[in-house]
């Protein structure tokens, strides 16, 4: 693998600049054409339509049960589609067995040998397609120097840290040398601060190495940290496809909204529309968005959104500038977690949510339990959602 290119530009310039999805002229990758994938009656994947680009470290991100294992599964080659076709590269997968396909699955087991050392399983797949024994030596040597193992080449996985064996599984599965890198929940098997550390261990490997890097996770956080396009799925289907930001920031749809992050969500009907300006009646009181799609109408039935970090939270007697909505309630819990502080209010028989950055280390007089609080959210920060 020394022959693989190398990035000089800091990883954060190299990833705000990478978007080939917004050029009109940039050819996919990868692309499933009105893909189906059915088990008898059974429907896991339903008319699914998607483009990954070169480069991309593309997320799919959905709960159990919503076929993004499946898709991952017939771009490998150990599932074939019901209907519709998986393209890789202008070549239709059709028939192509997995070993004979340019990608590689790194498994959420590792599946590593245990009786080989860490250096024949790297070598494993080389031998098996009669790679010559010189060039097997030196691409496992540059693999144990790309993730940081040279000193452990000798020994077998039982002696390996879990981290470690995440490792191995890596560079066995980048020795090949893959058009397109298929993880399947990858980081599921390490413990909380490993895995952080290791996301960020693989964005940079792989923007140094320049490959395509495809993951399958249902950890938001993992998918938010790691790919430049997410693609949240449900039921089988592609619920939306967007950078992090945009995913989080702009859900298109209730499911999105409520499936990233925290969010608090009031049902409600429009009530007034004013220009691009619209006023959403609620349980919890009328709620002025700045700005409002086209297609929406009087009486529609719509939800307004907003994070809790975007929230303030004040005792109920303290003064606040207009402008904002404001909702009155009572402290129901707290939870204290370190970086920020989570507050549950209770307004109308519906629990909203507040972050608040712990910036300080003691706040004089905190707001606590059964208290009498509004929150206020500025009108930027709400969200119109009418799917």
């Known amino acids: 693998m020394s022959d693989t290119p190398k990035t000089t530009a800091a990883l954060g310039a190299v990833r705000s600049a990478f978007a080939p999805w917004n050029d009109p002229a940039a050819k996919p990758l990868v692309v499933f054409d009105g893909v189906t994938k059915r088990y ?37 080659g150990f599932e074939t589609p019901t209907a519709g076709r998986v393209v890789l590269a202008g070549e239709d997968l059709a028939g192509v067995p997995p070993h004979l396909r340019p990608t590689n699955m790194m498994f959420q087991s590792y599946a ?7 250096e024949k399983n790297i070598a494993f797949g080389l031998q098996m397609e009669g790679v010559a024994k010189a060039e097997i030596h030196d691409r496992v040597a540059a693999a144990l120097k790309l993730v940081k193992l040279e000193a452990l080449a000798s020994r077998k996985p039982h002696q390996l840290s879990g981290g470690q064996r995440q490792r191995v599984a890596l560079a066995r599965a980048l020795i090949k040398r893959p058009k397109v890198l298929l993880l399947d929940e990858p ?4 413990d909380r601060k490993l895995r952080e550390e290791t996301q960020f261990e693989l964005v940079a490997l792989q923007e140094r190495l320049g490959l395509t890097f495809i993951i399958v996770t249902h950890d ?38 409520d499936f990233i992050g925290d969010i608090n969500i009031v049902e ?30 009087i009486g529609q039935e719509v939800a307004v959104a907003w994070r809790p970090e975007k929230t303030r939270i004040v005792r109920a007697d303290e003064p606040v500038a207009g402008g904002q909505t404001m909702i009155e309630g009572a402290v129901h819990d707290i939870g204290y977690l370190g970086d920020w502080t989570t507050y549950v209010v209770e307004v109308a ?39």
């Open 268 to 297: 409600g009907k429009v009530a007034a529309i004013d220009g691009r300006r619209v006023t959403i009646s609620t349980a919890l009181g009328d709620m002025a968005l700045p700005e409002a799609a086209d297609s929406i109408a």
């Open 112 to 118: 590593l040998f245990p009786h080989m050392t860490v």
């Open 349 to 387: 028989g519906q629990r909203l949510r507040a972050a608040v950055a712990n910036a300080s280390r003691l706040v004089e007089r905190p707001i606590s339990w059964d208290e009498r609080v509004r929150l206020c959210v500025a009108p930027e920060s709400l969200l119109l959602l009418t799917r």
């Open 40 to 76: 008898g009656a059974e429907t896991a994947v339903n008319d699914l339509s998607l483009a990954v680009y070169e480069r991309e470290f593309f997320a799919l991100l959905g709960p159990s049960g919503c076929g993004k294992s499946t898709l991952m599964r017939m771009l490998a």
């Open 187 to 190: 980081l599921g098997a390490l």
């Open 220 to 257: 938001q956080d993992e998918a938010m940290s790691m790919a430049t396009r997410i693609a949240v799925m449900d039921k089988g289907r592609i619920a939306q496809v967007g950078t992090p930001p945009v995913i989080y920031e702009a859900p298109a749809t209730r499911y999105v909204a």
